[in-house]
């Protein structure tokens, strides 16, 4: 190990609405692990949802489940290898100097859901950033657990256009949980960082229709980039007219909600055909209640479930890498780490940014 110092800048939880900027020691890699210098991470809506400690209680603190204090926060990055040994040398195909980011999940690998492939429902759940077993990225630097799932990727990319991969991989996801055919209308509910890569993906997978939904023009003008065919405001439109409009009277054949707003659900239940499937991969603040036989008898609807990105971070990658997207107005705001509020105020207010990313201070321009 070269030119790390013993100590470094981070972001560290202590409590709901008490995160503070500490000088704390640089990790120090074991066996099988690497050590690895940031260069970006981009703030999720779930970060900012375990800040306010909404919706579930943790210990004696109201935080999700999921979520601990005295961690490191931060799950999409991207950073370079700076120190590792020949297992993880082998195990990773990756060498000092390669840029590389980690699945936001590390497995046991043990589990009957990682026995199974499907490690994104590992039942210990160890997520960068969740957990004190798996500190995050809002660091200088990191390390990558002998479990972690690793990839390379290229320099060419700006890092907080390249950290853009982790929700790209769970906007694949959900658009992989859709099964979605070559004639379908597709809804995405939500021109946010998620929204926009579903609305990339279902058009990749050969949808006839892709809608987009949201309240700011301005992100609806991004979702026609990212291939929206139609954008409707639902602050100024009546969307279910619009649907059914759209669809001869049926409505829409996929709903992809991702914006975490309990009102989102019943919008999409009433939108979708009979028979239609429903994707749900928002994070929601409280809960959501909808009439049950909307999904039953009136509908029979195929109602699916979606979280993290399993088996689409290549996909993720390679969209990045062919400038499909146009990552210049998504990856919209790098401040550094020391104003991590202002950057967490920013996307709670969720109207002046898309993805809003933090650099460390000594990689930070400007």
Request: proline share 5%; charged share 20%.
């Amino acid at each position: 190990m070269t030119d790390v110092p013993q100590t470094m800048q981070a972001v560290v939880v202590h409590a709901p609405e008490d995160y503070r900027l500490e000088e704390i020691p640089v990790p120090a890699p074991g066996p099988g692990e690497a050590l690895i210098r940031v260069e970006a991470v981009g703030i999720c809506a779930s970060d900012l949802k375990c800040y306010h400690g909404a919706a579930k209680f943790w210990g004696d603190h109201e935080r999700p489940a999921w979520a601990e204090t005295q961690v490191v926060p931060g799950h999409e990055f991207v950073g370079e290898v700076v120190a590792l040994d020949d297992r993880a040398r082998e195990r990773w195909g990756v060498e000092v100097g390669d840029r590389v980011t980690s699945e936001q999940i590390v497995p046991c690998w043990d589990c009957r859901y990682c026995l199974r492939g499907q490690y994104h429902m590992c039942q210990r759940h160890d997520i960068y950033g969740f957990k004190r077993r798996t500190p995050g990225a809002m660091a200088e630097y990191m390390l990558f657990s002998r479990d972690a799932l690793v990839h390379k990727m290229t320099k060419d990319l700006p890092a907080h256009q390249a950290a853009f991969v982790e929700p790209l991989s769970c906007s694949l996801h959900a658009v992989e949980r859709a099964g979605i055919a070559f004639e379908d209308v597709v809804v995405v509910a939500g021109a946010g960082p998620i929204g926009l890569g579903m609305i990339a993906g279902a058009k990749a997978k050969g949808a006839a229709t892709v809608v987009a939904l949201d309240l700011v023009d301005a992100k609806l003008e991004l979702a026609k980039r990212c291939g929206a065919d139609v954008t409707l405001n639902i602050g100024s439109t009546d969307v279910q007219q619009a649907v059914k409009d759209l669809t001869g009277g049926y409505g829409a054949d996929v709903y992809l909600e991702a914006t975490g707003h309990p009102a989102a659900v019943a919008q999409g239940l009433g939108l979708l055909r009979k028979l239609g499937t429903y994707v749900e991969y928002g994070v929601f603040g409280s809960e959501a209640s909808v009439d049950w036989s909307i999904i039953s008898d009136d509908k029979e609807l195929d109602v699916l479930g979606a979280h993290l990105g399993p088996h689409t971070w290549p996909k993720a990658i390679a969209m990045l890498q062919s400038g499909v997207l146009p990552m210049d107005a998504i990856a919209s705001h790098q401040l550094p780490i020391s104003r991590f509020q202002e950057g967490l105020d920013m996307v709670a207010d969720g109207k002046s940014s898309v993805k809003v990313s933090l650099i460390p201070d000594a990689l930070h321009q400007g």
